[in-house]
């Protein structure tokens, strides 16, 4: 069975810009969670999706959004980038939230 | 607040010898417990989880955690370290009731030929 996959596995953005991400899940799993992997603030929840509904979302401002589509597939989105939104941001996968999570290898952000 | 404790930033051994990377969680129900490790410019691989029952758990790669309700504690140990286990290791728990997974910050291994 395939693992989470994540695109794309590098970006370089500008301040001021948007990025989308993508994250598959493994197949027949309907959650996904989003995290933002920094080397000050280690891994940080951003949100969890089921079944097309974020369900929890962490303490991240408005700029961040995601959504999941009927497929189960996800994408986060960051509008109006700044520097500090550079991350390792991973994308984790499972049955349910209440099973274990899976994750995908991430994509690394720069913000110039 | 529920919070995960790594108390070791970092931790270095030689190839070989014993290993225990110490978790702490401050939770006030028994919650899902995790250990990841992430080698560098990868996702996170799970190690083991303890969910109930048998407190003691064996993972992948050797490694086992104990499960510690008094201490609110689940110390992961490897009794002999190899050098490709060098990575950073992250203690994890799922609350109850919830669907957020809180992570520790993380211990980062070297293993010294």
């Known amino acids: 069975k395939a693992g989470v996959t994540q695109t794309p596995r590098y970006l370089i953005k500008t301040r001021g810009q948007q990025v989308t991400l993508s994250c598959s899940p493994i197949s027949g799993h309907r959650s996904v969670s989003w995290y933002q992997q920094t080397p000050g603030q280690g891994l940080q929840f951003l949100f969890e999706?089921?079944?097309?509904?974020?369900?929890n979302k962490g303490n991240f401002p408005g700029r961040f959004s995601g959504r999941q589509f009927s497929n189960s597939r996800s994408e986060m989105n960051v509008s109006t980038l700044e520097l500090g939104d550079s991350a390792l941001y991973l994308c984790?996968?499972?049955?349910?939230?209440?099973?274990?999570?899976?994750f995908g290898p991430g994509t690394r952000l720069t913000v110039l | 607040a529920q919070s995960v404790t790594q108390p070791d930033i970092h931790i270095t051994v030689s190839e070989g010898a014993s290993l225990e990377l110490r978790c702490n969680y401050s939770y006030g129900a028994t919650p899902y417990l995790f250990w990841y490790v992430q080698s560098p410019g990868q996702g996170l691989q799970l190690l083991l989880k303890?969910?109930?029952?048998?407190?003691l758990v064996q993972g992948i790669k050797g490694f086992e955690a104990e499960f510690k309700r008094s201490q609110s504690s689940f110390n992961l140990r490897k009794p002999s370290v190899h050098w490709s286990d060098a990575a950073e290791y992250f203690c994890?728990?799922?609350?109850?009731?919830?669907?957020?997974?809180?992570f520790g910050t993380g211990t980062r291994l070297k293993v010294l030929a």
């Open positions: 303890y969910f109930s029952g048998d407190t």
């Open positions: 999706y089921f079944s097309e509904t974020q369900r």
């Open positions: 984790a996968s499972s049955l349910d939230n209440t099973d274990t999570q899976y």
């Open positions: 994890a728990v799922l609350l109850s009731g919830t669907y957020k997974y809180i």
